[in-house]
Nanobody, 121 residues
Framework: QVHLVESGGGLVQAGGSLRLSCAAS????????MGWLRQSPGKEREFVAA????????YYSASVKGRFTISRDNVKNTVYLQMNSLKPEDTAVYFC??????????????WGQGTQVTVSS
């Protein structure tokens, strides 16, 4: 089983930056994709960003593209989400995800416990 542990969340002023980290352990060799989802109260879990095994392919939701950057360090088995120009709308619990496929909400996906990101006005 793949275990994912997020860190780096917190409270930040609008326009500021945060970097989230996700450390993966366990059976990771078959997991081609990793990324991030987020969820606000009363809303469905939303795709944020995804990255393939080599880091050669990245995808972002339209709402974060140009502001967020996903990357990974396979030596450390860690994926990162650099979040710049944060907006109050970015406030959510951010979940790290690992999956066989790009769909991080699919049946193959494993999620972490989440880390809270709060962006003040």
């Amino acid at each position: 089983q793949v275990h994912l542990v997020e860190s780096g969340g917190g409270l930040v002023q609008a326009g500021g930056s945060l970097r989230l980290s996700c450390a993966a352990s366990g059976r990771t060799f078959s997991r081609n994709w990793m990324g991030w989802l987020r969820q606000s109260p009363g809303k469905e879990r939303e795709f944020v960003a995804a990255i393939n095994l080599s880091g050669s392919m990245t995808y972002y939701s339209a709402s974060v593209k140009g502001r967020f950057t996903i990357s990974r360090d396979n030596v450390k088995n860690t994926v990162y989400l650099q979040m710049n120009s944060l907006k109050p709308e970015d406030t959510a619990v951010y979940f790290c995800a690992s999956a066989l496929y790009r769909d991080l909400k699919g049946d193959s996906a494993t999620w972490g416990q989440g880390t809270q990101v709060t962006v003040s006005s």
